[in-house]
């Protein structure tokens, strides 16, 4: 859909409506329609009143803003709460251990193996934050370096982006599936001092090295001075003298007692950076700051997963994703609330691996993925029955567009039929939950995020830059600024204009095509970039063919997203090798590994195919719509390709297609 010339249209077409439960209403945080409607039109008719309030609210200022919003999209320049000073770690943690929770659980570790449980109470993890924080300082670390964190899902993960957070120090997390080269160049891009990584990743019952792949990443690293290192699994790892040290042993060293002073920051101060995929090659590194983040999140959490202070919450998505960083850790522990993380994979050792953890804890609300789903449906009905999963509330959904029949499964056999399924649309970009159903307001249909949250003017363009009508396909826009937005691309300025502001006049251009429907309900259909979304995760379409030609006997590769069934998308291939290499089986297998050392084994190509050339238009751009269709096995709908300046390429690449399958 990446061509201007492509309409944007959605055959999918839902009839069902769910209205919300009625038991509950009464303590929801908005427990009816009307209410949402009464919220919402206020928050449009002053944004600034609105946002104060909310801020005001659920944050604690250690000094309150001289203003609440200085916005500029021509530049673009968004400052909120300017002048406010806070500490996001003395949000999640501090404050609580005088409001009551001191004792409370925080978070829940549930190891991969059933017998690896950690608990920490409010207390506990302030603790061992302040203690890790210490080491950190001890390292040089200073308000404003940044921190490279490649862990596993393990407490140290969590306990290091809070310890960053109270220095005032800028995380940057590198998911623990990715690869070294992936790592080099994230470390490299935000200039990281520190890096914390592991001994190994434990999954699926295999024990899987990780201090391999973070060695082979500093090998090009000046700027890290010291790696600390987690004992996970116990393997053999090799540390290099003078740079590296275990987590262990540095925290043995800091005093238990000794706290650790919490930085008062600035609210424009960054708090992390978050990589993601973009249309051009290399991974845009996304700013977060402080205290419109830290409002963002607990204000979406309040209102969409309608925390209360006795709930037992569980995300299952990883810290290494921007849902972990907003939905596992810094929204739900802003809010004082207990917060689960599971360390396995939702099939291992079974299927009903999820569904037991939900009985043990008793859950209340869990949060996961339609890929998830769509994995677990696979073995129907029975692991979910075995369980007791009366404790569940609500149920959501993030990270691709979920499909009716994924989500009517989840409504019948997690749900039982009565509890309310939140599809939040979002992004790494927005920081948090932007359209999304309200649990006890809003009657959800399968298949759309519904309304937009109080605060959030999104709205439908056409290519011209005028409102879309009713089920009229155009460009998803956000209109008015709101806290959690990124307020940059680390280190280039003009790729954030471009990305974010180009495409219309004061406006956030999200790259996401969707209808609004006769209701005003949002139907996301998904990137309108060279974007793929495999299970839930953006994977440039560009990365992947720049690791493609990075193969030497490579010259040429487009790489284009596929449907499937469980991951939603797959990634499909074309490469042309040089002239005389031999187009062998084997050869395909190796880039596939190729691919999967250069970024990571998500990004992996689920298949590859031969292609003597390209389709390409008259100057040069490969026509990546044409690509698509022959990867989905359609050979008729292609469109005009009167641009094209050799129409037997396409002849060529539907033969070789068809001889694949
Ligand atoms: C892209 C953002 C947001 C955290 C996880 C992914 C797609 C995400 C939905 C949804 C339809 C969705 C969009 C978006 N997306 N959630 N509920 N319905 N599409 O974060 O890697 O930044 O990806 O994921 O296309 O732009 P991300």
Request: charged content about 25%; glycine content about 8%.
């Amino acid at each position: 859909m990446s061509s201007s010339d492509d309409k944007i249209t959605s055959l999918l077409s839902e009839e069902r409506v769910f209205e919300p439960p009625t038991e509950g209403r009464d303590a929801a945080a908005i427990g009816s329609l009307d209410a949402y409607h009464a919220e919402y039109k206020r928050s449009m008719e002053d944004p600034e009143g609105y946002w104060a309030e909310r801020a005001e609210e659920l944050v604690t200022w250690d000094k309150k803003w001289d203003t609440v919003l200085d916005a500029d999209f021509d530049k673009p320049e968004f400052h909120w709460f300017k002048g406010g000073k806070l500490n996001v770690s003395y949000n999640c943690l501090d404050r609580h251990l005088e409001n009551g929770r001191r004792n409370k659980a925080a978070l829940i570790w549930q190891g991969e193996p059933e017998e690896d449980v950690k608990v920490y109470t409010y207390q506990m993890l302030h603790t061992e934050v302040c203690r890790f924080a210490n080491v950190l300082k001890k390292k040089g670390v200073k308000k404003g370096d940044r921190v490279s964190i490649y862990l596993p899902m393990i407490p140290e993960l969590s306990i290091a982006l809070l310890a960053c957070a109270r220095l005032g120090a800028i995380h940057s997390v590198v998911f623990a599936g990715f690869s070294s080269v992936a790592l080099q160049s994230r470390i490299q891009d935000c200039e990281a001092k520190v890096l914390v990584t592991a001994d190994a990743v434990i999954r699926a019952g295999k024990t899987i090295p990780l201090k391999p792949n973070a060695d082979e990443a500093l090998s090009e690293c000046d700027t890290i001075e010291s790696c600390v290192v987690v004992k996970r699994a116990g393997n053999d790892v090799s540390m290099t003298d003078g740079r590296d040290s275990w987590w262990h042993d540095e925290v043995a060293e800091s005093d238990i007692a000794s706290t650790c002073d919490p930085e008062s920051m600035d609210a424009e101060d960054i708090l992390f950076i978050l990589y993601t995929s973009g249309s051009t090659g290399k991974p845009k590194g996304v700013v977060h700051t402080t205290g419109g983040y830290l409002t963002y999140v607990m204000h979406t959490c309040q209102y969409v997963f309608d925390m209360k202070d006795d709930d037992v919450y569980w995300c299952t998505a990883d810290v290494g994703w921007v849902t972990g960083h907003s939905y596992i850790l810094y929204g739900p522990l802003g809010l004082g609330a207990t917060s689960i993380m599971f360390e396995g994979v939702p099939t291992y050792p079974g299927p009903d691996r999820f569904w037991k953890i939900v009985e043990k804890f008793q859950v209340n609300t869990f949060y996961t993925a339609p890929t998830v789903i769509r994995a677990l449906m696979r073995d129907g009905d029975g692991p979910t029955q075995r369980y007791d999963l009366s404790s569940l509330r609500i149920l959501g959904s993030v990270g691709e567009p979920i499909n009716p029949e994924a989500w009517m499964w989840y409504h019948v056999n997690i749900g039982k039929e009565k509890l309310p399924i939140v599809d939040t649309w979002w992004q790494t970009e927005t920081g948090g939950l932007m359209i999304s159903p309200l649990p006890y307001a809003t009657p959800t249909k399968p298949g759309s995020a519904s309304l937009p949250l109080p605060g959030i003017d999104a709205a439908i363009f056409n290519e011209e830059g005028e409102e879309a009508g009713p089920n009229e396909g155009g460009h998803l826009v956000i209109r008015k600024p709101w806290p959690g937005m990124l307020r940059g691309v680390f280190g280039d300025p003009e790729r954030y204009k471009k990305a974010y502001f180009n495409r219309y006049k004061d406006t956030y251009d999200p790259e996401d095509g969707a209808r609004k429907d006769d209701d005003g309900y949002f139907w996301i259909m998904g990137r309108l970039d060279d974007v793929v979304n495999v299970s839930g995760h953006r994977l440039g379409t560009a990365e992947i063919e720049s690791a493609l030609v990075s193969h030497p006997v490579i010259a040429e590769a487009a790489a284009v997203g596929i449907p499937h069934t469980i991951k939603g998308q797959a990634v499909y291939a074309f490469v042309t090798p040089n002239t005389g290499v031999e187009h062998t089986p084997e050869l395909l297998a190796e880039l596939r590994g190729h691919v999967r050392k250069e970024i990571g084994p998500i990004a992996t190509p689920d298949a590859i195919q031969y292609a003597p050339g390209l389709p390409k238009t008259r100057s040069g751009k490969i026509m990546r719509r044409v690509l698509r269709k022959i990867a989905a096995n359609d050979f008729e709908n292609f469109g005009d390709t009167s641009t094209l300046a050799d129409p037997s390429v396409v002849e060529d690449l539907i033969k070789g297609k068809k001889a694949l399958d």
